[in-house]
Nanobody
Framework: QVQLVESGGGLVQAGDSLRLSCAASGRTFGTYNMGWFRQAPGKDREFVASISWNGIVTRYADSVKVRFTISRDNTKNTVYIQMNSLKPEEKAVYYC?????????????????WGQGTQVNVSS
């Protein structure tokens, strides 16, 4: 089992950058494929990005490609997402997620674990 705690959310202006972090508990973080999702007010939770257990493979939602970068540091049990050129419509609660199943399953079947989320507000 793993516990996930997100941080780094806040209020930024459109066009600004923000980096979110997700710290994981336990000694098996390096065996988990990780992801970021977000949920805007009144909308369903949506996939943002994922990264394989070894950091080699990454996937992104089309809407964030080029602007967002997911990364991880297994020595620190932490996964990050660097978000550049933020848009007002990207105001949402951002969630960290984890699975030990194959990486693609994080979107096809859903993660096994979720963090509590961190709020990102983007003003126009």
């Amino acid at each position: 089992q793993v516990q996930l705690v997100e941080s780094g959310g806040g209020l930024v202006q459109a066009g600004d950058s923000l980096r979110l972090s997700c710290a994981a508990s336990g000694r098996t973080f390096g065996t988990y494929n990780m992801g970021w999702f977000r949920q805007a007010p009144g909308k369903d939770r949506e996939f943002v990005a994922s990264i394989s257990w070894n950091g080699i493979v990454t996937r992104y939602a089309d809407s964030v490609k080029v602007r967002f970068t997911i990364s991880r540091d297994n020595t620190k049990n932490t996964v990050y997402i660097q978000m550049n050129s933020l848009k007002p419509e990207e105001k949402a609660v951002y969630y960290c997620a984890a699975t030990q199943r194959p990486m693609l399953s994080i979107t096809t079947q859903g993660p096994d674990y979720w963090g509590q989320g961190t709020q990102v507000n983007v003003s126009s």
